[in-house]
């Protein structure tokens, strides 16, 4: 098993920054693939970035590329969302994620973390 706990939510004004964390325990060496989701209120769960092995490829939703970044630290055991210039339009729950490819909503063995608010005002 896996353990997945994220932090570093919070509320911004508009064109803030915010990191999000995310670390793993368990059986971490099963880990391929880190992502990052997010569920907005009344809407379904999307793909927000992802990265696979090292870390030299990696995944973003049109919606955020440019603004935001993923990365992972090894020793660590824990992946990162750097967001910069929010828009309130990404107020959601974040939630993080892992397993053997980044194809984590149809995988039935991917982990996710219990996920952390991010609230940005306009």
């Known amino acids: 098993q896996v353990q997945l706990v994220e932090s570093g ?14 670390a793993a325990s368990g059986r971490t060496f099963s880990i391929y693939a880190m992502g990052w989701y997010r569920q907005a209120p009344g809407k379904e769960r999307e793909f927000v970035a992802a990265l696979t092995g090292s870390g030299s490829s990696t995944y973003y939703a049109d919606s955020v ?44 063995n991917a982990y996710w973390g219990q996920g952390t608010q991010v609230t940005v005002s306009s």
């Not at 992946?79 to 892992?98: G, H, I, R």
């Open 65 to 108: 590329q440019g603004r935001f970044t993923i990365s992972r630290d090894n020793a660590k055991n824990t992946w990162y969302l750097q967001m910069n210039s929010l828009k309130p339009e990404d107020t959601a729950v974040y939630y993080c994620a892992a397993g053997g490819s980044i194809r984590f909503t149809r995988d039935e």
């Open 9 to 22: 939510g919070g509320r911004v004004q508009a064109g803030g920054s915010l990191r999000l964390s995310c």
